[in-house]
């Protein structure tokens, strides 16, 4: 009798030195990025951009620890860690930031919870 595995959501998806990618990337992992991905990424856990790791276009994730560069914006519900090699362009919407002395940021950083897009009221409309 085999036993039916649920889907581990703790795993590790690695996107390698020398490797290019160009699209969507959604998982319920943790995502490290040491090569290029043009395009968006989603993941429920942790994105870490390695320090030879380019992203240009949108992350969304609960907690980033970037080395490398990043052009676009970044969304992460947690904390949000900019390290001391890290080259950011861009906005920044996120809970906690961290920035190391040596980070080069550039762009805009909300953190207020209650300014993402998805959280927002939508107005209503009254007719008279």
Do not use: W
Not at 61 to 87: P, R
Not at 92 to 97: F, P
């Amino acid at each position: 009798m085999t036993k039916n595995k649920e889907t581990d959501h703790t795993a590790i998806n690695l996107v390698g030195s020398g490797t290019t990618i160009k699209g969507e990337i959604h998982s319920k992992g943790d995502i490290r990025v040491d090569g290029k991905i043009m395009g968006e990424v989603r993941s429920q856990g942790k994105i870490i951009i390695g320090d030879t790791g380019i992203v240009e276009g949108e992350i969304y994730c609960a907690n980033a620890d970037f080395s490398g560069k990043i052009k676009g914006k970044a969304d992460a519900t947690e904390l949000l860690s900019l390290k001391a090699s890290a080259v950011f362009s861009g906005d920044i919407v996120t809970n906690k930031l961290s920035i190391e002395p040596g980070a080069r940021f550039t762009g805009t950083c909300t953190m207020d919870k209650d300014s993402r897009p998805e959280q927002q009221a939508k107005p209503e409309h009254k007719k008279s």
